[in-house]
């Protein structure tokens, strides 16, 4: 089960449409547990020339997509709190870190931090799921 | 004073890269106000064939970035809280609006709601900013 | 139905051990609506002699119970964002109104606005319940 | 200076009214970190016999006050977000943990966890105070 539903996961982020528009690339899976890659390009410049607070978001809802999916049943995202720490740097790689806190038969909970290569946090977040009973669509 | 804020910021985003990558396109602003147009595409799939996530917060980040900086001096985001409500399809027309709550010398509150173009709901946000004395650094 | 639900909701809040405790008094209901009262004495001073922000939230809290239980199923507290935007005064009148932003079958989002006798906002809160199927256990 | 900001944030907490009122009580302090106990009592009941949202919350707002407070200097409340995971029951004994997650000269990040006796996660908070430049008013 465990190889069939992440290499499945692998397999449909390395394909998401999203994730290639913006460079996201999950370098790690686990049961409730993922890390995401970005590289912060000129292309997310917002109008002071820094990255823009959607592109930060974009990678860690990333993560915490990867991760809520992994029990191989859907999640829904339904709440998320982001606190923008410090601002990153154009150039700079950034990886987004989902962790579960909580999970029940319906809902689950993620704690997700985006850090800079020098390990500076960027930004934190808090993230709910509902979890619905069907398996993930395109698992054979 | 008006005119000339609005028009540098107008100006401004119509050339910002990450709102270009998204196609996030600017249609009202006044003080503390703003809406933002989006249409969510094929390239912003994500593992299910929905809009991720990251797209529709991108919408409403444009949105809160806008209304937040109508004042001429420069404002950073702090604290973003995103309650998801309905997925939209792709194809879809989104609005986001984004009205300011409160305003005290170094804090801003908005509220910015998503909608579709039939009026449905489709992510209510609650948003801070911390406002810097500095005027805004395009302005002439 | 509307009669028989609201009654018992007013009732049971009369006699809820938390609300005595604090003071919180219900005094307008309707479907996924609720208006709160508080007076904020001196046994809710914090260490700064101002209300403790607890006390606050437990007033936002109270008034989003109220309107989320307000069709008749049990609703249960899943997430809640809380801005502080303005301290209230030892002995002001504090009014929490909530409102209903949208409704499904399993998930409720409520906006709450915490006010004083001035009109002034005092804190503005994003909140979601999960919708239970059971009907409320003190209705007859 | 270490011993007397302790020192005074300790006493001051004992004769705190709102604590008092509930019943919450210091029992670890430290450089951005405190720990808060509370026994979870009738008079917290909600309206149907659980414990209320906003007595879970006021506890865990007291650590994040003891913590946000224990540089020396003023912090207040900006922005609060709770994910309720499990109602305790009535008699348990709660711990709210405070962690300072990054500070910058004007902002500060907390995650706050409300966990019971048997280390069950009961309410995740991550929260933001304004750091101000005064000395708390009642360091001598």
């Known amino acids: ?3 069939e539903v ?3 996961i692998y397999k449909k ?7 290639n528009k913006l460079g996201l690339k999950l370098i ?3 049961y409730g547990y993922s890390m995401v890659e970005m590289s912060v390009t000129e292309e997310m410049e917002n109008m002071f020339g820094m990255a823009h607070g959607g592109a930060i978001f974009s990678l860690l809802d990333e993560a915490f997509e990867a991760a809520s999916n992994s029990h191989g049943t859907i999640s829904v995202a339904l709440s998320m709190n982001v606190f923008y720490v410090k601002p990153p740097s154009i150039g700079d790689i950034l990886y987004a870190e989902a962790k579960e806190m909580s999970k029940t038969k ?5 704690d ?3 850090r800079n290569n020098k ?3 960027i930004a934190a977040c ?4 509902y979890r619905k009973e069907e398996k993930l669509p395109f698992l054979n």
Do not use: C, H, T
């Open 119 to 121: 390990g500076d946090l």
């Open 126 to 129: 808090q993230a709910m799921v």
């Open 1 to 3: 089960m465990k190889n």
């Open 6 to 8: 992440f290499d499945a």
């Open 106 to 110: 319906r809902i689950g909970n993620y």
């Open 112 to 114: 997700i931090k985006v």
């Open 28 to 30: 790690n899976l686990d």
């Open 13 to 19: 982020l390395e394909s998401e449409p999203y994730a």
